[in-house]
């Protein structure tokens, strides 16, 4: 009988997500990198915060030029996190506690070290990569046999695979169609590698730049194509399993066959800004072409949630007409971007995001420490790839876990693991620890911990249960299910705003709030700087 932590499909509307950047989590070995037994070995503080899924950032073998996004061979675990062996005994584990497990997919391109590329590159007949005869703007010069140039798909080191170019061109005759020898033999690699690791019981894959594979794609039709063949296949070949896309549109993503997409710091017509609109405040990692925008969740109260809401409305009309489901993803946070903790903003203020991400109708994905108000530290020191410009180092979000001294009395696993050493760990005296909260009903990983089994326990926090958004500034008011509100503060001044049947509504999870009763009148609701309530308006 197939396991249910496998069969996620059907459970997505109510799961919640969990990144793990492997290198950094928990290291079982003491060699000072984070490895698949220490994530085994953490599985019973998963389950006791109520996490449904885990996803797990590249852990194939690699040169680790982007700290695993250039994979050298997709069919085996990088020696560093363990084995295959130790991959299917973490799936089996993680299957008895009721949770998911997932993996990071790099569909559009391998390492320059990987087999597929160096035949490619002694082979003029092999047509697995985009090369071309003579120098192009942004190919890379081939050191093989065959000469030529290769197309890169993010660092030099980085071949893009030949899924084929959805408009050709007589003059650039490296454009192949999408159905030549080359796309069609790296299709059918697609498929069996993730038949792979379904077969040692992985539940589905989050993609890595899913977007990017057909090339000069308007409107990514022939990309739109290619997922939902590989959709039909999954469907068929293994039902329940999962594909989430790392595209950051999910308007056009879901209906092109995912069953999700997050939205991200990019993607989409507007560069991801439906996100940043959230959460960025300029205190991490950043784009220099990003255009100055108000964070909604900054205590200077200048932003506004409207267009992240009006793209999730968009999204989800869209999804809504494929008549196939699927949802829309809202990390706190992830690999690439600033942690909700970062610069100005600290813990308690993030709590008011913790509290949106959570009873949004969206799937939550928790970037590993947001739950316990890990920051991105600034000043780390760049490592396998992760400085992407001057202002953008993407290191100070990816941070040894901070366990602390965990008691070894096997209520959340054995006690603490040895500390990763990927990168130096937050040198804050004061960072928090997951062992320094546990002790704390009124910390912020309680608070976490509280509202996923709020989530899982209220069907109208279901992705499916509808929302009316009320109000996206200071206070942002929605409710859920028609009866239940959430009123959110994340700016440093009181507010207040009439609300009906407040007052006598029942407190679900709140911080900072009081109602002040009305005859005749709506309920006046009061909320402090960085203020939150849920609140049950049937009572009952």
């Known amino acids: 009988m197939t396991s249910p932590a496998v069969d996620l499909a059907a459970r997505l509307g109510r ?21 698949l037994a220490g994530i085994a070995g953490r599985l019973d503080y998963l389950a006791w915060l109520g996490v449904d899924a885990i996803w797990i950032s590249p852990c194939f073998v690699s040169p680790f030029a982007d700290a695993g996004y250039d994979v050298a061979d997709f069919f085996q675990i990088a020696p560093r996190y363990g084995t295959n062996d130790d991959l299917a005994r973490l799936t089996e584990e993680a299957g008895r506690r009721g949770i998911s497990v997932l993996l990071d997919l790099v569909a ?28 192009v703007d942004g190919f890379e010069p081939g050191l093989g046999a065959r000469g030529g140039y290769y197309l890169p798909n993010f660092f030099p080191v980085q071949p893009a695979l030949n899924y084929g170019y959805a408009r050709l061109d007589p003059a650039e005759p490296w454009r192949q169609p999408v159905d030549a020898a080359g796309p069609r033999a790296n299709r059918a690699a697609l498929r069996e590698i993730m038949a792979h690791w379904f077969d040692l019981g992985v539940a589905g894959f989050r993609v890595d730049m899913a977007s990017s594979l057909v090339k000069d794609d308007p409107g990514h039709v022939e990309t739109g194509k290619l997922w939902r063949e ?7 070949a293994y039902p329940g ?13 879901v209906p092109a066959g995912f069953h999700a997409d997050f939205f991200l710091q990019f993607g989409g017509d507007d560069n991801g800004l439906p996100m940043r609109s959230l959460w960025n405040n300029s205190a991490g990692t950043v784009n220099p072409a990003w255009a100055e925008v108000p964070a909604w969740a900054a205590s200077d109260a200048r932003g506004d949630a409207e267009t992240f809401a009006r793209a999730w409305r968009e999204a989800a009309e ?3 007409t494929t008549g196939r489901g699927g949802v829309v993803g809202l990390p706190t946070s992830n690999h690439d971007f600033t942690r909700l903790v970062a610069g100005e903003r600290d813990a308690e203020q993030a709590r008011v995001g913790h509290v949106l991400t959570m009873t949004w109708p ?10 316990i108000g890990m920051r991105y530290v600034p000043g780390t020191p760049t490592l396998e790839g992760s400085r992407l410009s001057a202002t953008y180092d993407r290191s100070g979000s990816r941070t040894p876990m901070q366990w602390g001294d965990l008691p070894d009395d096997g209520t959340l696993g054995p006690g603490s693991p040895a500390t990763s050493t990927y990168l130096p760990q937050d040198p804050d005296p004061d960072r928090p620890t997951v062992a320094g909260q546990l002790g704390d009903e009124d910390s912020l990983l309680h608070l976490v911990r509280e509202l996923i089994a709020l989530r899982h326990g209220d069907h109208r926090l279901d992705v499916e249960s509808p929302v009316e958004v009320l109000a996206t500034a200071y206070p942002m008011v929605y409710l859920r299910g028609g009866t239940l509100a959430v009123v959110l503060n994340p700016g440093r001044a009181a507010v207040q705003l009439p609300l009906d049947g407040a007052a006598s509504a029942r407190e679900l999870v709140t911080r900072g709030y009081r109602a002040e009763p009305r005859a005749g009148w709506a ?18």
């Open 15 to 35: 799961t919640v997500l969990y990144q793990i950047y492997p290198q950094s989590f928990a290291d079982a070995d003491g060699d000072g990198i984070g490895d």
């Open 318 to 320: 869209a999804i809504a």
């Open 108 to 135: 559009g391109h391998t390492s320059d070290q990987h087999p597929w590329f160096r035949a490619s590159a002694d082979d003029p007949d092999d047509h697995r990569f985009v090369w071309s005869d003579v120098p």
């Open 241 to 253: 399993r999962v594909l989430v896309s790392e595209w950051g549109n999910p308007r056009v993503s």
């Open 523 to 540: 309920d006046i609701v009061h909320l402090e700087g960085h203020g939150y309530a849920v609140l049950d308006l049937d009572g009952s």
């Open 230 to 236: 590989m959709r039909s296949w999954l469907d068929d």
């Open 362 to 371: 969206a799937m939550p994905s928790v970037y590993y420490g947001d739950e």
